[in-house]
């Protein structure tokens, strides 16, 4: 299991078994399944872990602090943006976004440090 986790492969192997499991899930509970979940929302935990033993590989450090730091900063940022705004805080509306722009922040924060290490071999 610690070789599904730490090598890059794997990571991406485990990603697509996670993700073709869910879809099934999908398909059968697709009654009760929430309309606006998509399968990319399970991801960004599993991507902040493996950012973490990709660049513990290659650097002796981890990224991962500054990636979490920045997504509070987002949090913020996207707090102020949405009273500016709108002038109100839908809580709905606003975890949707911070959790479409997480996906995004964290599959590009992967992708750099999978370079990185594609790079660095």
């Known amino acids: 299991m610690s070789n599904l986790v730490t090598n890059w492969p794997g990571q991406i192997g485990l990603i697509v078994a996670i993700?073709?499991?869910l879809f099934?899930?999908?398909r059968v509970l697709r009654r009760v399944w929430p309309a606006h979940l998509m399968l990319i929302d399970?991801?960004?935990p599993f991507l902040i872990v493996f950012t973490h033993f990709l660049t513990q590989q290659t650097t002796d450090s981890s990224i991962v602090p500054?990636?979490?730091?920045?997504l509070m900063i987002m949090g913020i940022g996207l707090t102020l943006?949405?009273?500016?705004?709108q002038g109100e805080i839908l809580y709905g509306r606003f975890?949707?976004?911070?959790w479409r722009v997480t996906d995004l922040l964290t599959i590009v924060v992967y992708l750099l440090a999978l370079v990185i290490?594609?790079?660095?071999k």
């Open 19 to 21: 993700s073709v499991v």
């Open 24 to 26: 099934g899930l999908k």
């Open 42 to 44: 399970f991801w960004p």
């Open 66 to 70: 500054y990636e979490i730091i920045s």
């Open 81 to 85: 943006l949405t009273v500016i705004q």
């Open 95 to 98: 975890f949707k976004l911070f």
């Open 117 to 120: 290490v594609l790079i660095a």
